[in-house]
């Protein structure tokens, strides 16, 4: 990106503080996110490849051959194979090393750029540094971006500066004058998170994410902004988030450190008897025959002779040590690597993406996977939202009845509504409940409330490039299917600015006036706005997860609540992801005096979450019910039976999922992993440490009952003075499934409920974890590859998947919809689920196979041609002769 970047540094007076030392020396941009250098190179890669026994023996063998009374052999028949293997190795490593860099940002025309510094970026420029908007080409100083290569998601974002910033637009000796102060928070890793304060001409500003272009981020239809560098190099957030790369070793290179240790006393024991040897015939028929046969220089006694002729041996014998195992499973690692390159069948044509074998080291792992850890949304599904059902006013929409009023299924003959009324409607769109529309025509209150809440509480962007053409960029598709939804149904969100949102109501365009937006977390699992409408009217408009909202509502609406909740249920059971919306008239006279004390808690540089979220609470309850939204996403193609027959491979499947426990478990069901002919699904949803412990040992009870006896070995692994860590294997006594929310499973993660949540989940035959965060989907996997000695795989296809992918022994990334993240952390991709079954089926288990093969071959070839020098011993008196040429081709070869 450096050759089209075009960027103006100014130099200003600008005070930045930082509360760390820091601060005394400003950061520059330079970064290195590969492994090796220039001058690095060649160290560090000698260093790594003598970790491996062999290559170090051989240099020490090496060493030996340079002793005269000791080398019967040129020191060129081990400098040769050595430096051959050496090289070939390292060759590899560089280009693996190349890969890994070229994947990522080049730097070299960013580096000069130093904390303090103001940046002009032009349209699709990379973000070069952490940088708080000032101004930018756009009405309001508004910049949208794409964090496809931040967090993994495609759609455009946008980001407003400070009104009082906006001004300065592209002035350059405005900028120049600019002196202002920012005191902000040390360098970290959230990248939803910025806490800072902006103090200008004496007034002091609140400073958030929505003003902070983060490196890594690529401008997009925006001419030109101007940002100020407050993170650079590696303390920006991009690289806060990098961590060291580990290259992951297989258990066939740990089993080859082994047998090669075991081939070394194996050597030890042949050398020595061959030693003994020579000190008897030396001392019985040697020392007789010296005017023949003359000791060498020094040697004056057969014992001292037979020490000599111990490493002698060890230099002869040295073919029995193979330094050129390594490079030679490498090739076959690199052939293997190729055939899931070339494999057509894991070729996906409707995007043009093949199987990728991202690193070379890992093709036989896949034969022993024993745990796989899967994301749902993108990775099991489609993650193609499409607005399906939902319920107004207690009443469902979306089914299809006959005129018996029993349910018909919808089928592809099944009528469509016809949208051709409104112009703007998007022509993609199908829904088929005929009667919505007709409630939306007769203008019922409650469904015309329903749709202009989805139509403003959103965080979506519209893009219009011509007359009536709408295309929305929606940070999550599941905002873009609600919006969308209410654009057919006659409410069209039509444009954005930081003040205002306009909607074409019914073919009447309205202006609201936008005056707080209360964010969406994975803590408070909501998101609100509050508008003014034209008519002057305050309203809250929110929705959220069920089980938050539900809590929030007015008590006049429990009738309401229950016919809501039968309908949420339904629409969960058949899969659908749901929300729920409510409302809120507000008086002017609060909301003046709340909104002055959200200014000052915006401002706060000191707990400013805690505050909002004390003002979000206040104001968000009281709550009217409107309804619910379903939306559907599809699973993909062959995901049901990919799934059994993984499972008849005997590998344990667990689902790590950020959705609600209904919809999870309608998955599982769908996806063949949990059915009816189990024992029994195990729901975990305990509030305390201790309300979880005794449902996973209910659970293990059931399933085990013999691990509760005091002959039970593993009451051994409680004690915290055992080392060894690794637990036996247990059997359930039938089919079990366990499924565990994300609240419950942050108490079984805390060190004193680890054990015992490993020891159930891994009795059941499926393990389905809702709700859960990014950290905890590391964690789980981490627990496993603790406790049982098995091969682990995770696989996702989003930016919260990296870290679970990069914890498994294997990562897969799928190349979905939201980006390329969880590709890019990934040691193999493709771009579809089913193709996991090939990968480890076929894949895994012929690559394991034939570096079975190889290594019976190699080693018995070895053996074979070492212990013919060995019996030689016996007949040439122990003398150590051997043909120079041909060990050396032996060795190589």
Known sequence: PGSVLKWVVLQFLFLFYRPFVCSLFPQNNSIKTSKYNFFTFLPLNLFEQFQRIANAYFLFLLILQLIPQVSSLSWFTTVVPLVLVLAVSGVKDAIDDFGTFSCRLKDDKWMNIQVGDIIKLENNNFVTADLLLLSSSEPHSLTYIETAELDGETNLKVKQALTVTAELGENLQKLTDFNGEVKCEAPNNK???????????????????????????????TEWCFGLVIYAGPDTKLMQ??????????SIDRLMNVLVLVIFAFLALMCFILAIGNGIWEHDKGYYFQVYLPWAVGVNSAAYSGFLMFWSYVIIL?????????????????????YIDWDRKMYYPLNDTPAQARTTTLNEELGQIKYIFSDKTGTLTQNIMAFNKCSINGKSYGDMYDMAGQRTEITEHTEKVDFSYNRLADPKFVFYDHSLVEAVKLDDAATHGFFRLLSLCHTVMPEEKKEGNLVYQAQSPDEGALVTAARNFGFVFRARTPETITVVEMGETKVYELLAILDFNNVRKRMSVIVRSPEGDLTLYCK???????????????????????????FAGEGLRTLVVAYKNLQEDYFQEWHKRHHEASTALDGREEKLSELYEEIEKDLMLLGATAIEDKLQDGVPQTIETLTKARIKIWVLTGDKQETAVNIGYSCNMLHDDMEDVFII?????????????????????????????????ENPSTKSRILPEEQANGVYGLVINGHSLAYALEGNLELELVRTACLCKVVICCRVTPLQKAQVVELVKKYKKAVTLAIGDGANDVSMIKTAHIGVGISGQEGMQAVLSSDFSFAQFRYLQRLLLVHGRWSYIRMCKFLRYFFYKNFAFTLVHFWYGFFSGFSAQVGQFLCSCHTVY
């Open 685 to 717: 949803e305990g509030n305390t440490s201790e309300e979880v412990l005794d449902e996973l040992r209910t659970a293990r009870k059931k399933m085990n009952p013999d691990s509760f006896l005091d002959s039970d070995d593993i009451i051994k692994f």
């Open 318 to 338: 040295n073919t029995v040590v193979p330094i050129s195992l390594y490079v030679s499973v490498e090739i076959i690692r690199l052939g293997n690597s190729f």
């Open 544 to 570: 959220g997860a069920d089980t938050i909202v539900y809590e929030l509502l007015d008590s006049s609406c429990g009738s309401l609540k229950e016919e809501t909740m039968e309908h949420l249920n339904e």
């Open 191 to 221: 990248l939803d998170k910025f806490t800072g304060t902006l103090t200008l001409r004496g007034e002091k500003f609140a400073l958030d994410n929505e003003k902070m272009l983060l490196r890594g981020c690529t401008i997009r239809n």
């Open 241 to 250: 988030n990098c961590g060291k790369t580990t290259f992951k070793r297989t």
